[in-house]
Each structure stands twice: as structure tokens, then as C-alpha cells.
């Protein structure tokens, strides 16, 4: 695996924020719902996906900056073995597999079991008691999620790769790009299995846009209604509510429903706001004749220097 601070384009010396930013303009760039037609895309994805998980985990970090595991989060070559043993692309001349080496085993078969007895056990001649075996790899997961569950955070259920459903709870302040951590859901190893991460990708929704925490809706109304006023039904995540409109509404007005939006990380809700669209019908016989008998004689336009 490539290093992951150059798979992400950042320095070594890169901050938290940093880090963050160049994984999620990376994450947006080969999305492979954005990529269909390049297979490499979804490669790429997957990469920046692993260097990210590697970089935003600080005890992570620090050991790969400290060399003692490899960019895929195994442990780095023990014993400073290396130069021409067959090795491809690992420090010191191993080739780990995804659930990290059985190092006793090695030894084993380098030495006919001399290694695995020498010392009680403890390894060949005692060296390397200190180095734990390898967790298994992670492995990254990608969900689509629709805007109105994102919104209500409503469970979302994933299929993993060994065929098990879970239900998952999103968190506060879910957006696209956010990551969750499934503990013990990765690859199995000698240190126990790997963990599940899980990219989320909040769809896109035919009328509802979203900004920040709230949600925005342009809402078409009739003539009657903004001149008259009254109430009218509006969609919401939450469902269908009444809404009152002022008499005399001009297009453009906006109302706000408040705790419609999204929840923010701090667990309070955002607010919906609603554009109100005056919808004037094309041809009307009965318009057309109440404009023609009627003149609108006010300066509209005067704030705009016309």
C-alpha cells in the first residue's frame, strides 16, 4: 500500500483539519457513483478511504510515523530480516498477509520448530516477546443514505461482507463523507479481526435541499392564497404539516418551521425554511380579464435604481 500521507496529498507534518479536508475532496473526486465508467475510480476511492481511516486514527498515526506498523496497519518487519529474502514491498523482506504474520510459524518452517521451542515458547532464541500479532485488516464500506433518513437519523441497515446484517444508529451531524467504526467487523487476524468502516453518502432528494443544519423548500402557491392568506400543507422530514400564510404574500417570502432540519452534532435540531412561489396560471381567461380591467399603479422597482 502506497504512504498514505502522499495517497492523500498531504504533508507529514499535516493537521487533524487538514487531513479531513484532503480525504473528502479526494472521497468526492472518485466516488464511484461519479465514476461508473472508470473502474480505476473505485480503486482510487478505496485507497484514500484506507489512508484516512490510518491517519484520522491518532494511535495509528503515530505508530506508522514512528515506523513500527506499515501503511495497511500491520506490524512492520521484526528483527531487522530483509535484502533479497523474497520479500515484495514490506520492510525487511516479508510479505504480510491480511490477518498479520504467525511469526511463530515462520520460525518453524525456517527452522524445523526450533524457533517456537527455544526460550519456552517465547520465540526464536526469546527475541520479539514485545510484538503482538496483527489485528486483521479493515475493511471500508460504503452507504447510501436517503436525505429524509439522514435528517431523522433514522437505523439503516448494512450488509457485511461475511453475509450478517447490523442496524446502524447514524450519528448527530451525519453528512456525506462522514465515517463510522464498526469494532471487530474487519478481516479476522492473529490479534483479533479488523474493524468495518463506513463511509456515508447522503443522496440527493428531489425537492428538499439542504444547508448547514436546515433544510430548504421553495413552495408554490396560488394567487388566492397570497392575496387571501390561510393555510397551507407543506412536506417536511418529519411529514406533511399546516403552515400559515400571510395575506398579501409576495414571492420570495420566507417562512420558517422551526426543528425540521437536520440534528447537528451538538443534538439540537435544525430549522426548515420555506420560499413561497407565487404560481400564476398561463392563459387564464378569468386573470386575464381582472388585469385587463385593473392597473397596478406602484413604483415596484425604485429600490433597484429602475
Do not use: C
Request: net charge neutral; hydrophobic share 35%.
Amino acid at each position: 500500500m502506497a504512504d498514505p500521507y502522499s495517497t492523500l496529498g498531504v504533508a507529514r507534518s499535516a493537521s487533524e483539519a487538514e487531513i479531513k479536508s484532503a480525504y473528502r475532496k479526494l472521497a468526492k473526486q472518485y466516488h464511484p457513483d461519479k465514476n461508473q465508467d472508470n473502474p480505476k475510480a473505485a480503486e482510487k476511492f478505496s485507497a484514500v478511504t484506507n489512508a484516512y481511516d490510518l491517519l484520522s486514527d491518532k494511535d495509528k498515526r503515530a505508530r506508522f510515523d514512528r515506523g513500527e506498523i506499515d501503511a495497511d496497519g500491520n506490524p512492520t518487519a521484526p528483527f531487522g530480516f530483509g535484502g533479497g529474502g523474497g520479500g515484495r514491498g514490506r520492510p525487511g523482506g516479508f510479505e504480510f498477509n491480511e490477518g498479520g504474520a504467525d511469526f511463530g510459524d515462520i520460525f518453524e518452517g525456517l527452522f524445523g520448530g526450533a524457533g517456537r521451542r527455544a526460550g519456552g515458547g517465547g520465540g526464536f532464541g526469546g527475541f520479539g516477546r514485545g510484538a503482538p500479532p496483527a489485528k486483521g485488516a479493515n475493511v471500508a464500506y460504503r452507504l447510501a443514505v436517503q436525505f429524509v433518513d439522514a435528517a431523522t437519523l433514522a437505523p439503516q441497515r448494512i450488509t457485511l461482507q461475511d453475509g450478517k446484517t447490523i442496524d446502524l444508529k447514524l450519528p448527530a451531524g451525519v453528512e456525506t463523507g462522514t465515517q463510522m467504526r464498526l469494532t471487530g467487523k474487519g478481516q479476522p487476524g492473529a490479534g483479533g479481526a479488523g474493524d468495518a468502516i463506513v463511509t456515508i453518502e447522503v443522496k440527493l432528494h428531489p425537492f428538499f435541499k439542504r444547508d448547514g443544519d436546515n433544510v430548504l423548500l421553495d413552495l408554490p402557491i396560488t394567487i388566492n392564497e397570497a392575496v387571501k392568506g390561510g393555510k397551507v400543507k407543506v412536506p417536511t422530514v418529519d411529514g406533511p404539516v399546516m403552515l400559515g400564510v400571510p395575506a398579501g404574500t409576495t414571492s420570495g417570502k420566507t417562512l420558517r418551521l422551526r426543528g425540521k432540519g437536520f440534528t447537528g452534532k451538538d443534538g439540537q435540531r435544525g430549522d426548515q425554511l420555506v420560499t413561497l412561489l407565487i404560481d400564476v396560471p398561463a392563459d387564464d381567461p378569468v386573470i386575464l380579464q381582472l388585469v385587463e380591467d385593473w392597473q397596478d399603479g406602484r413604483a415596484v422597482r425604485t429600490h433597484l435604481g429602475v
